[in-house]
C-alpha cells in the first residue's frame, strides 16, 4: 500500500480521497512537530540557565527605561522568574503575521480588518505556519456553515408553514366529505324509514361540525348543511311521535331499539321525561294489589298461547283468591319485586342511553318513590291493626314480672322446699300428696302443668307462646323483605353514583385533550391564543364549573320514610322477642323445678372422661340450659335474619343481658339449693350420726313402711331390697344435685360456642361497614357473660367445699385423735393401728410420731391412721367426684385436701417427734400425695409441683415433712435458702422454729441460736 501524502492543512486534508486516514497523518504529524519544540525549548531554558550569572550584572546595570525599550526591541525575550529568558529559535525564526485592510463597498464603516499570512516559500513549510492556516481554513469554514444553516432555517420554516396550510386544507375537504356523506346517508335512510341508520348519520355530522373549521363548511356547502338541518328535523320528530306512542303502549320492544336513539339526537330529556311516564305505569300496573274481576264472558279475552278458554278463568280465578288472601309480607314481596325486576331490566340501558341527562338517577328515584309510598302505607295500616305499640307496653310489663321473680331474691322459702322435694323425687310426700312410684311421675307433669299456668300474665297480655313466636316470624319477615329491597336500592343508587363519576371523569379526560390540542396550536402560530382557542378555554373552564356541581347531586337521602318505618319496627320486634325470650326461659326454670328422667341427661363437654369410674364419669346436666341457650339462640339468629343491624343489635344486647342476669342468677341459686342438699348429716351425704336427714325423710314416705334398722347395726336381713333401694335413691338424688354445679360449667361452654356461632352469621350475612363492626362488638359482650358464669361456678364450688369441710374437719380429727397425742385409755396403739388383745379388737389410738425402733417397726406392718382417713374421704367424696364434670371434680378435691392438711398441720404441731417419727411423717405426706394424684383428672395437676401449687396447706405439710427430716441443724438454713430461692417455701422462722422444737433430739437453745443467727 503506497504512503499517505501528509497534507499542508486541514483543507487540504478535507480533500483527499481518504479524509479520515490524512486527518490522522496530519495529527501524527503535528504531534512529533511539537515534541521536536519541546526538547528545542527545553535546550534553551537549560543554555539560558547557564549564562544567567553573566546576563544579570548586565541587566542590573541597566536602566529601567533602556529595559523596557530592549524589551520592546528585542521579542525573542521574555521574563521569567526575575530573568530575561530568550525564545527558542524556531519560535524566533517563525513568520508574523501582517495585517491587511479589506475594504467592501465605498462605506467606511463596513471596513474590516483580516489578519493573513504571507504564504512565501520561506514560510510555507514552517510549523507554526500549518496552524495558523488550519485555524484560518476552520473559521472560514464555520462561518460559511454559520451563514448557510441561517439560510436553511428560513427555509425550513417557510416549508413547515406550507406544509400545515396543506394539512389544514386536506382536513377541512375531509370534513366536507364527510359532511356531505353523512348529509347524504341520512336522507336516503330517512327516505328508507331506516331512522336508526338516520339518527346515526345525524349524529355522525354534528360531531364533525363541533370539530370542522368555517373552510370546511364552505367546503361542504350551503346545500349540505341545509339537508343536515331537514333531515335532523324530520328524524327528532319522527323519533319522537314512535317514542311517545311505544311509551303510551308500553311497547319494549320499541323502547329498546328508539332510547338509544335519543342521545344522538340531543333529545335525551324528553326521553328521560317519556321513559319516566313509562316506568310509573309499568310500576303502578305491577304493584297493584288489588284483586281484578274476573270477566263473565272469556270469549272477548285474548287467548294465550297454549291455553284455553276455561284453563285462563281458572287461572284468573287462583290469581283474584290469592290477592284477597295476601298476607303483609306477601305485599311487600310483591312490591319490592316489582322495583327490583324493573330496575335490573332498565337501569342498564336508561344509564347507557340517558345517563347524560341524569336518566339513570331520576329512574331509580322514580322507583324507590314508588315502592316506598306504598309499603309505608302497608306497614302503618299493619302495625295499626296488630296493635304494636299496645302489645309492645304489655310485654314489658310482663317482662319485667318475670325478671323481679327470678331475679334478686324473688325466690321463697316455699320454692326451695319444692326444689329439693322435686330433686329427691318425693314431690307429692312433701307437698301433702302421696303415691307409689307410678304415681310419682303423673303427679311431677300435673304439678308441673300447674306451675306453668302462672306465667306472670304473659298469657293473658302478650298471648300464647306459640302465637307470639308466629308473629314475631311474620314481622322478621317483614323487616327481611324490606331490608333487602334497601340494601339493594342502595347498591343501585352506588353503581350510578360510579357511572356519573366514570361519565365525569371522561369528560374531563377529553376536555383537558382538547385544551392541550389548543395550546399546541397557539405555541405553532404564536404566543397568542387565537380568538377560537380563547373561545375554547372559556368553554373549558365553565364545562370544569358543571363538573363540579355534578358532584353534589344526591339521588336519595341517608334517611328515608322506609327507614324510618322500619327502625320503628325494629325497636318494637326487639321488645316483643325480649318478652318471647323471658317468657321461654321461665318455662324452662319451671321444668327444672318439677324434673323427671327427662330433665336431666349425661353431660358432653370437651373434657369429659371416657372410663366408667373415673371423675365425671357419670355427670348429669339439667335440660334448663339447653332449653335456654336455645331459646336465646333462636331469638337472636332470627333477628339476625332480619338483616337489619340496629335489630340484630338489640336482640344481641337483649341475649347478652337475659343470659348475663336471668339465667345466671337462676343457676346460681340452683347451685346453693344443691349445696344444702349436698349437707352431711342434713341432705343426702352421711354425717356424723349416719345417713342423712333428706335420705331418712324419703326412707320414712316410702308408703309408711319405714326403714327398720337404719341405724345401723340392728338392721335385720329381711330389708336389704329397702336398704338397696334408699341407696339407689340417695344416689339419684346426688346426682341431680351435682348437677346443678354441672349446669354452670355446661352454660359456660354452650355460651361460648354461641358467640362463636353468631360471629359466623354475621360475617356470612352482613356487609362490612361501621354498624355491622358495633353489631359484632355487642355480640363479643358475651364473652363477659362466659366469664361471669366461670366465676359463679368457682363460688359454688367453694360454697359445697365450705359445707363439706366440717365433715372431713370430723374425718381428720376420728382418725388423728382430737387431742392430737397420746394414747387410749385401754390399749396403746401405733399410728391408729387396732391393737388386739384377748380376742377383741381394740379402737385405735390418736397421732403419734413419738417412736422407738419396735414402734416404727410395728407401724409399717399395720394400717395407720393416713389410709383410714383417705378411705373416708372417699366414702365422701367419690359419689360427688363421678357427678361432677372433671374441672369440679379436681377443685373439689383439691379443697377437701387443703382442709384435711390444715387439720393434720394443727395435729402434727401437738406431737412430740424423733428421727422415725419424723421419717413416718414423710411417709404419710407421701401417701397423702398419692392420694391426691391417683383422683386427680387434670394431666397437668398430676406432679406434686403444681398440686402443691394449687393446694397452699398441701404444700405446707409436703414442707413440714422436709424440715422434720433434717439430720442436723446446720442443714435447716441451706433447706430454707435452697427452697426459697425455688419459690417452693412458705413457712416462716417462728413456724420452722416451733416445728424444729418439737424433735425430741434437738435441743431448743440450739434451735434458738440457729434461728437468732438467721434473723440477724
Same mark, same amino acid.
Given at each position: 500500500?503506497?504512503?499517505?501524502?501528509?497534507?499542508?492543512?486541514?483543507?487540504?486534508?478535507?480533500?483527499?480521497?481518504?479524509?479520515?486516514?490524512?486527518?490522522?497523518?496530519?495529527?501524527?504529524?503535528?504531534?512529533?512537530?511539537?515534541?521536536?519544540?519541546?526538547?528545542?525549548?527545553?535546550?534553551?531554558?537549560?543554555?539560558?540557565?547557564?549564562?544567567?550569572?553573566?546576563?544579570?550584572?548586565?541587566?542590573?546595570?541597566?536602566?529601567?527605561?533602556?529595559?523596557?525599550?530592549?524589551?520592546?526591541?528585542?521579542?525573542?525575550?521574555?521574563?521569567?522568574?526575575?530573568?530575561?529568558?530568550?525564545?527558542?529559535?524556531?519560535?524566533?525564526?517563525?513568520?508574523?503575521?501582517?495585517?491587511?485592510?479589506?475594504?467592501?463597498?465605498?462605506?467606511?464603516?463596513?471596513?474590516?480588518?483580516?489578519?493573513?499570512?504571507?504564504?512565501?516559500?520561506?514560510?510555507?513549510?514552517?510549523?507554526?505556519?500549518?496552524?495558523?492556516?488550519?485555524?484560518?481554513?476552520?473559521?472560514?469554514?464555520?462561518?460559511?456553515?454559520?451563514?448557510?444553516?441561517?439560510?436553511?432555517?428560513?427555509?425550513?420554516?417557510?416549508?413547515?408553514?406550507?406544509?400545515?396550510?396543506?394539512?389544514?386544507?386536506?382536513?377541512?375537504?375531509?370534513?366536507?366529505?364527510?359532511?356531505?356523506?353523512?348529509?347524504?346517508?341520512?336522507?336516503?335512510?330517512?327516505?328508507?324509514?331506516?331512522?336508526?341508520?338516520?339518527?346515526?348519520?345525524?349524529?355522525?355530522?354534528?360531531?364533525?361540525?363541533?370539530?370542522?373549521?368555517?373552510?370546511?363548511?364552505?367546503?361542504?356547502?350551503?346545500?349540505?348543511?341545509?339537508?343536515?338541518?331537514?333531515?335532523?328535523?324530520?328524524?327528532?320528530?319522527?323519533?319522537?311521535?314512535?317514542?311517545?306512542?311505544?311509551?303510551?303502549?308500553?311497547?319494549?320492544?320499541?323502547?329498546?331499539?328508539?332510547?338509544?336513539?335519543?342521545?344522538?339526537?340531543?333529545?335525551?330529556?324528553?326521553?328521560?321525561?317519556?321513559?319516566?311516564?313509562?316506568?310509573?305505569?309499568?310500576?303502578?300496573?305491577?304493584?297493584?294489589?288489588?284483586?281484578?274481576?274476573?270477566?263473565?264472558?272469556?270469549?272477548?279475552?285474548?287467548?294465550?298461547?297454549?291455553?284455553?278458554?276455561?284453563?285462563?278463568?281458572?287461572?284468573?280465578?287462583?290469581?283474584?283468591?290469592?290477592?284477597?288472601?295476601?298476607?303483609?309480607?306477601?305485599?311487600?314481596?310483591?312490591?319490592?319485586?316489582?322495583?327490583?325486576?324493573?330496575?335490573?331490566?332498565?337501569?342498564?340501558?336508561?344509564?347507557?342511553?340517558?345517563?347524560?341527562?341524569?336518566?339513570?338517577?331520576?329512574?331509580?328515584?322514580?322507583?324507590?318513590? !314508588?315502592?316506598?309510598?306504598?309499603?309505608?302505607?302497608?306497614?302503618?295500616?299493619?302495625?295499626?291493626?296488630?296493635?304494636?305499640?299496645?302489645?309492645?307496653?304489655?310485654?314489658?310489663?310482663?317482662?319485667?314480672?318475670?325478671?323481679?321473680?327470678?331475679?334478686?331474691?324473688?325466690?321463697?322459702?316455699?320454692?326451695?322446699?319444692?326444689?329439693?322435694?322435686?330433686?329427691?323425687?318425693?314431690?307429692?310426700?312433701?307437698?301433702?300428696?302421696?303415691?307409689?312410684?307410678?304415681?310419682?311421675?303423673?303427679?311431677?307433669?300435673?304439678?308441673?302443668?300447674?306451675?306453668?299456668?302462672?306465667?306472670?300474665?304473659?298469657?293473658?297480655?302478650?298471648?300464647?307462646?306459640?302465637?307470639?313466636?308466629?308473629?314475631?316470624?311474620?314481622?322478621?319477615?317483614?323487616?327481611?323483605?324490606?331490608?333487602?329491597?334497601?340494601?339493594?336500592?342502595?347498591?343501585?343508587?352506588?353503581?350510578?353514583?360510579?357511572?356519573?363519576?366514570?361519565?365525569? !371523569?371522561?369528560?374531563?379526560?377529553?376536555?383537558?385533550?382538547?385544551?392541550?390540542?389548543?395550546?399546541?396550536?397557539?405555541?405553532?402560530?404564536?404566543?397568542?391564543?387565537?380568538?377560537?382557542?380563547?373561545?375554547?378555554?372559556?368553554?373549558?373552564?365553565?364545562?370544569?364549573?358543571?363538573?363540579?356541581?355534578?358532584?353534589?347531586?344526591?339521588?336519595?337521602?341517608?334517611?328515608?320514610?322506609?327507614?324510618?318505618?322500619?327502625?320503628?319496627?325494629?325497636?318494637?320486634?326487639?321488645?316483643?322477642?325480649?318478652?318471647?325470650?323471658?317468657?321461654?326461659?321461665?318455662?324452662?326454670?319451671?321444668?327444672?323445678?318439677?324434673?323427671?328422667?327427662?330433665?336431666?341427661?349425661?353431660?358432653?363437654?370437651?373434657?369429659?372422661?371416657?372410663?366408667?369410674?373415673?371423675?365425671?364419669?357419670?355427670?348429669?346436666?339439667?335440660?334448663?340450659?339447653?332449653?335456654?341457650?336455645?331459646?336465646?339462640?333462636?331469638?337472636?339468629?332470627?333477628?339476625?335474619?332480619?338483616?337489619?343491624?340496629?335489630?340484630?343489635?338489640?336482640?344481641?344486647?337483649?341475649?347478652?343481658?337475659?343470659?348475663?342476669?336471668?339465667?345466671?342468677?337462676?343457676?346460681?341459686?340452683?347451685?346453693?339449693?344443691?349445696?344444702?342438699?349436698?349437707?352431711?348429716?342434713?341432705?343426702?351425704?352421711?354425717?356424723?350420726?349416719?345417713?342423712?336427714?333428706?335420705?331418712?325423710?324419703?326412707?320414712?314416705?316410702?308408703?309408711?313402711?319405714?326403714?327398720?334398722?337404719?341405724?345401723?347395726?340392728?338392721?335385720?336381713?329381711?330389708?336389704?331390697?329397702?336398704?338397696?333401694?334408699?341407696?339407689?335413691?340417695?344416689?339419684?338424688?346426688?346426682?341431680?344435685?351435682?348437677?346443678?354445679?354441672?349446669?354452670?360449667?355446661?352454660?359456660?361452654?354452650?355460651?361460648?360456642?354461641?358467640?362463636?356461632?353468631?360471629?359466623?352469621?354475621?360475617?356470612?350475612?352482613?356487609?362490612?361497614?361501621?354498624?355491622?363492626?358495633?353489631?359484632?362488638?355487642?355480640?363479643?359482650?358475651?364473652?363477659?357473660?362466659?366469664?361471669?358464669?366461670?366465676?359463679?361456678?368457682?363460688?359454688?364450688?367453694?360454697?359445697?367445699?365450705?359445707?363439706?369441710?366440717?365433715?372431713?374437719?370430723?374425718?381428720?380429727?376420728?382418725?388423728?385423735?382430737?387431742?392430737?397425742?397420746?394414747?387410749?385409755?385401754?390399749?396403746?396403739?401405733?399410728?391408729?393401728?387396732?391393737?388386739?388383745?384377748?380376742?377383741?379388737?381394740?379402737?385405735?389410738?390418736?397421732?403419734?410420731?413419738?417412736?422407738?425402733?419396735?414402734?416404727?417397726?410395728?407401724?409399717?406392718?399395720?394400717?395407720?391412721?393416713?389410709?383410714?382417713?383417705?378411705?373416708?374421704?372417699?366414702?365422701?367424696?367419690?359419689?360427688?367426684?363421678?357427678?361432677?364434670?372433671?374441672?369440679?371434680?379436681?377443685?373439689?378435691?383439691?379443697?377437701?385436701?387443703?382442709?384435711?392438711?390444715?387439720?393434720?398441720?394443727?395435729?402434727?404441731?401437738?406431737?412430740?417427734?424423733?428421727?422415725?417419727?419424723?421419717?413416718?411423717?414423710?411417709?404419710?405426706?407421701?401417701?397423702?400425695?398419692?392420694?391426691?394424684?391417683?383422683?386427680?383428672?387434670?394431666?397437668?395437676?398430676?406432679?406434686?409441683?403444681?398440686?402443691?401449687?394449687?393446694?397452699?396447706?398441701?404444700?405446707?405439710?409436703?414442707?413440714?415433712?422436709?424440715?422434720?427430716?433434717?439430720?442436723?441443724?446446720?442443714?435447716?438454713?441451706?433447706?430454707?435458702?435452697?427452697?426459697?430461692?425455688?419459690?417452693?417455701?412458705?413457712?416462716?422462722?417462728?413456724?420452722?422454729?416451733?416445728?424444729?422444737?418439737?424433735?425430741?433430739?434437738?435441743?431448743?437453745?440450739?434451735?434458738?441460736?440457729?434461728?437468732?443467727?438467721?434473723?440477724?
Amino acid at each position: 500500500m503506497p504512503p499517505i501524502a501528509i497534507p499542508s492543512n486541514l483543507v487540504e486534508s478535507l480533500g483527499c480521497k481518504s479524509p479520515h486516514d490524512a486527518l490522522l497523518a496530519l495529527a501524527d504529524e503535528s504531534e512529533s512537530t511539537a515534541l521536536k519544540l519541546a526538547e528545542e525549548l527545553a535546550a534553551s531554558l537549560s543554555t539560558t540557565k547557564k549564562h544567567s550569572a553573566a546576563t544579570g550584572s548586565h541587566n542590573n546595570s541597566s536602566s529601567a527605561g533602556s529595559g523596557r525599550r530592549s524589551k520592546r526591541e528585542d521579542p525573542a525575550t521574555y521574563f521569567t522568574g526575575g530573568q530575561f529568558v530568550p525564545l527558542p529559535r524556531s519560535l524566533r525564526d517563525a513568520p508574523r503575521p501582517t495585517r491587511k485592510i479589506s475594504q467592501k463597498g465605498s462605506n467606511s464603516s463596513s471596513i474590516t480588518d483580516h489578519e493573513t499570512i504571507t504564504n512565501s516559500s520561506s514560510s510555507a513549510s514552517h510549523a507554526l505556519t500549518h496552524a495558523t492556516l488550519a485555524s484560518e481554513s476552520i473559521l472560514s469554514s464555520l462561518s460559511k456553515i454559520a451563514s448557510g444553516g441561517s439560510a436553511a432555517s428560513s427555509e425550513m420554516r417557510q416549508l413547515e408553514s406550507h406544509r400545515q396550510r396543506l394539512d389544514e386544507e386536506a382536513i377541512n375537504i375531509d370534513h366536507a366529505l364527510r359532511i356531505r356523506e353523512g348529509c347524504q346517508r341520512g336522507g336516503d335512510s330517512l327516505m328508507g324509514r331506516r331512522y336508526g341508520d338516520a339518527a346515526r348519520a345525524v349524529a355522525d355530522v354534528n360531531s364533525i361540525l363541533k370539530e370542522c373549521s368555517m373552510n370546511a363548511l364552505q367546503l361542504a356547502g350551503e346545500e349540505a348543511l341545509e339537508a343536515h338541518s331537514k333531515t335532523k328535523k324530520v328524524t327528532k320528530r319522527a323519533i319522537g311521535e314512535r317514542y311517545e306512542t311505544a311509551v303510551a303502549n308500553g311497547d319494549v320492544v320499541q323502547l329498546s331499539e328508539l332510547t338509544p336513539l335519543l342521545q344522538m339526537l340531543d333529545m335525551a330529556e324528553l326521553g328521560v321525561r317519556l321513559y319516566l311516564q313509562y316506568s310509573q305505569s309499568v310500576l303502578t300496573k305491577e304493584m297493584n294489589l288489588d284483586a281484578e274481576e274476573v270477566p263473565v264472558d272469556m270469549a272477548h279475552v285474548e287467548r294465550a298461547e297454549g291455553m284455553s278458554r276455561a284453563a285462563m278463568r281458572r287461572r284468573a280465578e287462583e290469581e283474584q283468591l290469592l290477592r284477597r288472601n295476601m298476607s303483609v309480607p306477601m305485599k311487600l314481596a310483591r312490591i319490592y319485586n316489582a322495583a327490583v325486576t324493573h330496575l335490573r331490566h332498565h337501569l342498564p340501558m336508561v344509564a347507557y342511553a340517558l345517563g347524560e341527562a341524569d336518566g339513570d338517577a331520576a329512574l331509580v328515584q322514580l322507583v324507590h318513590v !314508588e315502592a316506598e309510598k306504598r309499603a309505608v302505607d302497608i306497614l302503618r295500616d299493619y302495625m295499626s291493626e296488630k296493635q304494636l305499640n299496645l302489645t309492645v307496653r304489655r310485654a314489658d310489663g310482663v317482662g319485667k314480672k318475670i325478671e323481679d321473680r327470678y331475679i334478686g331474691g324473688g325466690f321463697s322459702a316455699r320454692d326451695d322446699e319444692i326444689n329439693i322435694a322435686n330433686v329427691l323425687g318425693f314431690a307429692g310426700d312433701a307437698l301433702g300428696g302421696g303415691g307409689g312410684s307410678g304415681g310419682g311421675t303423673i303427679d311431677i307433669v300435673t304439678k308441673r302443668m300447674a306451675a306453668q299456668k302462672d306465667d306472670c300474665g304473659f298469657q293473658i297480655e302478650v298471648g300464647n307462646l306459640a302465637d307470639v313466636d308466629a308473629a314475631l316470624e311474620e314481622w322478621a319477615l317483614v323487616m327481611q323483605h324490606t331490608e333487602s329491597y334497601e340494601r339493594f336500592i342502595r347498591h343501585a343508587v352506588n353503581e350510578v353514583v360510579k357511572a356519573r363519576k366514570l361519565r365525569r !371523569e371522561q369528560k374531563i379526560e377529553e376536555k383537558n385533550r382538547l385544551k392541550e390540542l389548543e395550546e399546541a396550536k397557539s405555541r405553532e402560530h404564536g404566543s397568542d391564543m387565537t380568538g377560537s382557542g380563547r373561545k375554547s378555554s372559556e368553554r373549558l373552564s365553565s364545562g370544569d364549573v358543571d363538573v363540579d356541581q355534578e358532584e353534589k347531586v344526591e339521588i336519595l337521602p341517608p334517611h328515608t320514610a322506609l327507614n324510618e318505618v322500619a327502625a320503628e319496627i325494629g325497636g318494637s320486634y326487639s321488645a316483643l322477642e325480649r318478652c318471647l325470650l323471658l317468657a321461654g326461659m321461665q318455662r324452662a326454670f319451671v321444668h327444672a323445678n318439677y324434673p323427671d328422667d327427662s330433665t336431666f341427661s349425661p353431660v358432653v363437654l370437651d373434657g369429659s372422661s371416657n372410663s366408667l369410674y373415673g371423675a365425671g364419669s357419670r355427670a348429669l346436666q339439667t335440660n334448663l340450659v339447653e332449653e335456654c341457650l336455645f331459646a336465646a339462640r333462636r331469638s337472636t339468629l332470627r333477628a339476625f335474619a332480619t338483616g337489619h343491624t340496629g335489630t340484630a343489635s338489640a336482640a344481641a344486647n337483649v341475649c347478652v343481658d337475659v343470659l348475663g342476669r336471668l339465667l345466671l342468677d337462676v343457676l346460681i341459686r340452683r347451685a346453693e339449693l344443691g349445696a344444702s342438699l349436698l349437707k352431711p348429716g342434713e341432705g343426702l351425704l352421711d354425717g356424723q350420726s349416719g345417713l342423712g336427714q333428706a335420705a331418712l325423710s324419703f326412707a320414712k314416705s316410702k308408703a309408711g313402711k319405714g326403714l327398720r334398722g337404719v341405724h345401723g347395726a340392728g338392721a335385720r336381713s329381711g330389708h336389704r331390697v329397702e336398704d338397696e333401694e334408699l341407696r339407689k335413691q340417695t344416689m339419684l338424688g346426688v346426682a341431680r344435685a351435682t348437677a346443678n354445679f354441672n349446669d354452670l360449667e355446661v352454660v359456660a361452654d354452650y355460651t361460648k360456642r354461641l358467640e362463636g356461632n353468631f360471629l359466623k352469621e354475621i360475617d356470612s350475612g352482613y356487609p362490612r361497614g361501621h354498624d355491622t363492626e358495633q353489631l359484632r362488638m355487642c355480640v363479643k359482650g358475651l364473652k363477659g357473660v362466659v366469664e361471669s358464669f366461670t366465676q359463679a361456678s368457682g363460688r359454688s364450688m367453694e360454697q359445697l367445699i365450705s359445707t363439706l369441710l366440717p365433715q372431713v374437719r370430723q374425718i381428720v380429727g376420728d382418725a388423728v385423735g382430737q387431742d392430737g397425742g397420746g394414747t387410749s385409755a385401754t390399749a396403746s396403739n401405733f399410728l391408729g393401728s387396732p391393737v388386739l388383745a384377748g380376742g377383741a379388737t381394740i379402737a385405735p389410738t390418736v397421732l403419734n410420731y413419738e417412736l422407738d425402733d419396735e414402734s416404727f417397726e410395728m407401724s409399717q406392718i399395720s394400717e395407720g391412721f393416713v389410709v383410714r382417713m383417705c378411705s373416708r374421704l372417699d366414702e365422701l367424696i367419690d359419689p360427688l367426684r363421678v357427678h361432677l364434670v372433671p374441672k369440679l371434680s379436681d377443685d373439689l378435691l383439691v379443697g377437701i385436701l387443703g382442709g384435711m392438711a390444715k387439720r393434720m398441720e394443727a395435729s402434727i404441731r401437738k406431737s412430740k417427734f424423733t428421727p422415725l417419727g419424723a421419717i413416718s411423717l414423710d411417709s404419710d405426706v407421701r401417701y397423702i400425695m398419692n392420694f391426691a394424684k391417683d383422683r386427680i383428672d387434670s394431666p397437668q395437676l398430676k406432679s406434686n409441683v403444681t398440686l402443691c401449687k394449687i393446694c397452699p396447706p398441701l404444700a405446707r405439710l409436703n414442707q413440714i415433712a422436709l424440715l422434720m427430716n433434717v439430720d442436723d441443724l446446720e442443714d435447716v438454713l441451706d433447706l430454707i435458702s435452697v427452697s426459697k430461692r425455688k419459690g417452693v417455701w412458705d413457712l416462716k422462722l417462728d413456724e420452722a422454729k416451733t416445728l424444729l422444737s418439737l424433735r425430741v433430739d434437738f435441743e431448743g437453745e440450739k434451735v434458738n441460736d440457729l434461728l437468732q443467727m438467721d434473723d440477724e
